[in-house]
């Protein structure tokens, strides 16, 4: 651990359940800043801008800023910018991201790129059956991430990517992915805070795509024990974490930072 420079941090899961704090974790966040090192909040979360979500976090009492946040959104926008640069897109999503999709082009129909989002009651019938059409019409399919389901307080929720399966099977398409498990979305958190990648840590509660995606990306990963965590998804994962925390509260001590 003595070579970590920076840490690469999950929030919904690790640091907040429906964005109120979990145990120690404030103060986890807190030590591991007045050690000196990089921190990046890097989430999959696409129902808030990375300004709102710092605003939350900070009332919480995190210390952080949207300069700290990189969400799939942003992720996708800089995607776009450089694959599908002008395209006309029909964005499918839960919650209001347009101040980090910048410049992106949105439309109702005649899309050149449908792009998936995270899920909410706006995945209905209808709006599936037209990102449909616009596949079947030749338009390409950008996802912000994979994520079957996220626990809330109120337990599991499913997520958009069960409708993306879904989408691709009846299209068939294959999504380009921006958000994690892409490498890309690594890569962005990495060049931002100016790290290799072995010498970050990524904590997640997702063992596919937080820990097991960072360390095919060269990072160490971290699994915490906390959020979607499920010990029967671990004991069938694809492959083994470096390090496995009770939660994030736990983490200075793996650093060595713990008094």
């Known amino acids: 651990m003595a070579s970590v420079r920076a840490v690469l941090i999950d929030i919904d899961g690790v640091l907040t359940v429906s964005w109120k704090p979990l145990p120690g974790a404030v103060e986890a966040l807190r030590g591991i800043r007045a050690a000196g090192l990089g921190v990046a909040l890097v989430t999959n979360t696409t129902s808030r801008t990375r300004a709102s979500i ?42 209001d991201i347009a101040a980090d999709l910048g410049d992106v082009t949105l439309v109702d129909e005649g899309a050149d790129v449908v792009v998936v989002g995270g899920a909410g009651p706006e995945f209905d019938y209808a709006a599936l059956d037209r990102a449909f059409g616009e596949l079947q019409r030749g338009a390409r399919l950008v996802a912000m991430h994979r994520n079957l389901y996220w626990r809330t307080d109120a337990g599991f929720r499913l997520d958009s990517g069960a409708f ?11 999504a380009e992915v921006t958000g994690k498990p892409s490498p890309a979305f690594f890569a962005a958190a990495l060049a931002r805070l100016g790290v290799d990648a072995e010498r970050a840590l990524m ?3 997702d063992i596919e795509s937080d820990v097991l995606a960072a360390q095919r990306a060269g990072l160490t990963g971290v699994l915490v024990k906390t959020g979607k965590y499920q010990p029967e998804t671990h004991e069938n994962a694809s492959g083994t974490p470096d390090h496995v925390l009770d939660s994030f509260a736990d983490a200075p001590a793996l650093l060595g930072l713990a008094e």
């Not at 995607?79 to 897109?89: D, N, Q, S, V």
């Not at 993306?164 to 294959?174: K, W």
Request: aromatic fraction near 2%; proline fraction near 4%; hydrophobic fraction near 45%.
């Open 54 to 95: 710092a605003d939350t976090l900070s009332e919480a009492g995190f210390e952080v800023g949207a300069q700290d946040v990189l969400t799939a959104p942003a992720v996708t926008a800089a995607h776009l910018a450089e694959h599908h640069p002008g395209a006309r897109c029909l964005l499918l999503n839960s919650g």
């Open 164 to 174: 993306l399966l879904g989408l691709e099977r009846a299209a068939r398409v294959e």
């Open 203 to 205: 904590i997640g509660d």
